[in-house]
């Protein structure tokens, strides 16, 4: 830091967060920059920390299940379905084929707002407003969908511990595809402005290049890495709900720049319209629930879900009670957050945002306390010593 | 009696209330037709007015560590300049209320006087976003400078004069655009770039440095400078519309040919991506100043040879 006050007085840091337009959750980001380019950056993250681990544990599974559902405000569906899926396994239920199928559905009409909503997000760094107004207005027509299905737009608690509560209708159905017809085209459209408007262009190729080593070296997941080239996505290499009876082309594109981020998200919003048009044509006959023992017996298991951020990971382990003993998430912005850190050394200060963007970071999801050392003998924390914990380092601030 | 009419030139007409109410209606017209073009609803007709009220009532914060006197300053210049500029344009299509031989280069000058202000704002205070915007503005305004004045030179050596009345009086009714597209086309994005309208908004680019050198004004300083821009985009549109299409010979062809003009900014401002200021100076230096001197090259062996 010390060349940071030198007498030269040309760097210096421009803070990016916690509060800042570019920023749409709260994160702290520092880029020393000399005139435009910037030569440093760092991040602070934990300003959304919530404890959400700790909350569970006090919590039954179907409790649990609408708590973590609170995780995300864009990819519910994935964290409420991977605690249904968990204890499923620790219980050593399946859930029948049409709820899996239903799961299914869901995950992909979850992606495509996802998708959307970041193309928007995206856009919006990029000073591309026409584009963040038109993806975000098409993107309502999965919200429709979602809350015809479900009863909500955000958080659609579709899932059950054992199978899911809602079912699809012919009606729905007809509707779900007219909607993906829709988006279909309109991704379409997208898909050539993001690879053919050239003042956007100007802004996305070349920058932020990451490849595929680099990728693999900072453990980058989800559609970051598939735009580097890697092969990385948990619904092929582990089929889980019903990806194995609707198996899911893998996109990837070798570029590794931002226009590849672009491209890839989009060309998924092709194959998830795809995907979404299959499973409701061929949604399995059959129950909606299976049965769960209210008590699940003692076992550990590992859950890992294709969010549309890339791979989610959770740590179950059950106690015998109806309550779990340890619930661990791994959401997958912070594996691609140190990207961010290398790619944006080098480029214009005005790339920032977008490198940024670019792995469609979600801060809230991945905040959680990491305790690196140890400061009491136990490991384990009870309520009151980490409220004593959070009182004490409130005040201990500088 | 003289000083009568001399003070409304300057409180009402062209000056004064008259530019304050057209520059919010055009702000509003801008505002809308750009919200319609990315399939908004936009604000309702006497938003600007609202903005503006608000903003008026509102408190104003000096930071510590800025030169207050200046900080206070800024702002009624960057107003004051575009206003004076309104004397020497034919507003609403009448003839200019204050005229000498060279007023195109004052006026020129006065529509620059924003750009600067709001530099040298944003260097008076220290807030970080603020220097990076102001750096960004004043590297900005030595970029589109040139272009602009060589661009506007166009009619006036056609002319033959560099007095406004005079050039709009000799060219009447010859549409300038057909002869000299290049010029008008540099004019049009170099308005733009002087109002730090949407592909040149990089002095401003709210993903990365908030709102630039004028992040740290509020209340009636941020409503001075906003009212300036306004202005100045209406003045620009006069000065462009008089030049290059054909004169302005009465309130209707001045309304119709200066919202002709807005609807293509704003078309411009809806379709682009932000440029980055390295690919702001880029396009300047290398395409605008080398077609802009390209056109006068032509013009200037054009004219030698007709005469």
Redesign the interface.
Known sequence: MAEISSDNGRK?????GPQ???LKEPGHFEFV?DG?VIQEASVKLGYAHRGIEKIVEDRNYTQAMYILERVCGICSHVHASALAMGAEQLAGVEAPPRARAIRTLVYELERIHSHLLWLGVA????????L???SW?DRETIMDILEEISGSRVHYSVNAIGGVRIDISAESAQNILKAVDFLEERSKHYLNVVSS?R??L??SRGIGVMSPEEGNRWGVVGPVARASGIKRDVRVDAPYAAYDIFPVTMITASEGDLEARFTVRVRELLESTRLVREVVKNLPEGELTTKVKRKIPPAETVVRIEAPRGELMYYMKSNGTDQPERIHGRTPTIPNMASVLHLTIGH??????MILAGIDPCFSCNDRAVVLKSQSHSDLWSWDQLRQYGIDRYHGRT | MDVLRQLLIIAIFPGGIFMLLIGLVYAWINGKL?AR????VGPRWFQPFADMLKLITKEEIVPEGTNKLLFELLPIVALAGPMTAALYVPMAGLRPSSSFQGDLIVTIYLLSLMTLCTGFAGANTRD??ST?GATRALTQLFSYEAPFLLALLGPAIVAGTWQISEIITTNQGLWLVVTQPISFVIAIIGLMGKLEM??F??PE??????AGALTEYSGRGLALFKVGHYVELVIGLTLVAALFLGGLANPLMFLLKTLGLLLGISFLE??????????TVGLWWRYGSVLALLQLVILVIWSTLVS
């Open positions: 210096f840091t421009i803070p990016i800042h337009p570019a920059v435009e856009a919006h760094e990029a000073g591309f407003e026409a963040f107004m038109y207005r408007d003042v956007f100007q802004r214009q200060l005005a790339d920032a945002p | 750009i073009l990315q399939n908004r970080r976003f990076i949407h592909p908004d990089a680019a709210k993903t990365e440095i908030v809806a379709l682009m991506t932000r440029l980055r200021i390295d690919q």
